[in-house]
Each structure stands twice: as C-alpha cells, then as structure tokens.
C-alpha cells in the first residue's frame, strides 16, 4: 500500500514561510518523478512544482518561481517545498503527488499515480 503524508501546513502572515514535507511510504520513489499541487476554494487544482527524483530537474509554476523551491532527501523518501514570501493568493491546500512512470510530463495532474491527503496553507495578508 503506497501512501504519502504531507505535512507543514498552517498559518502564516504574509512574507512569511513554510516548510511543507511529504513523506512517501510502501515503495521506493527512487527514479520517480514528485510533485506539489494545490487547489483552492473555488478553483482547480493546479500545478505547483516538481522534482525528478533521479536527475533532481526541478520545475516550478510561474506564480511560485523565485520564492519556493522543492528538494528531496532520497534516504528519507521524502519530497519538501520551502515556500518563501507568501502571499494570500499562495492560501490552498497543498497536495503532494508520485508518479510511477519517470517520463511523465510534470505539470499534468493525470500523469500521477499517487496522492497525499492534502495540507493547509493559509497566508493572512
């Protein structure tokens, strides 16, 4: 059974910062490509970042790019996403998600086999 476990939400003024985490358990990820989404109310779920696990590519949405960055820790099969300089519009719950197939294309949602339950970032301006 493949779980992943965000963690690291919470609530946080404007220009602050987070650390989320997301901890993947069941498998190896090892060569596997991981990301962040998030969704607020009201809208769809988009794109955030993403890593490749093997080649550490990264690759960031253009709202987020220059103030979060994602890393792994492969010993710990664990993906993170530093988010500095919030702003209200970054308040969403963030998703981390795993893919099996190493080639997918990163920013689209499909291509991801697992999904985390979902952490809470709320930035109050």
């Known amino acids: 059974q493949v779980q992943l476990v965000e963690s690291g939400g919470g609530l946080v003024q404007a220009g602050g910062s987070l650390r989320l985490s997301c901890a993947a358990s069941g498998r190896t990820f090892s060569g596997y490509p991981m990301g962040w989404f998030r969704q607020a109310p009201g809208k769809e779920r988009e794109f955030v970042a993403a890593i490749r696990w093997s080649s550490a590519s990264t690759y960031y949405a253009d709202s987020v790019k220059g103030r979060f960055t994602i890393s792994r820790d492969n010993t710990k099969n664990t993906v993170y996403l530093q988010m500095n300089s919030l702003k209200p519009e970054d308040t969403a719950v963030y998703y981390c998600?795993?893919?099996?197939?190493?080639?997918?294309?990163?920013?689209?949602?499909?291509?991801?086999?697992?999904w985390g339950q979902g952490t809470q970032v709320t930035v109050s301006s």
């Open positions: 998600a795993a893919a099996r197939n190493p080639t997918i294309v990163v920013l689209r949602a499909k291509d991801y086999d697992y």
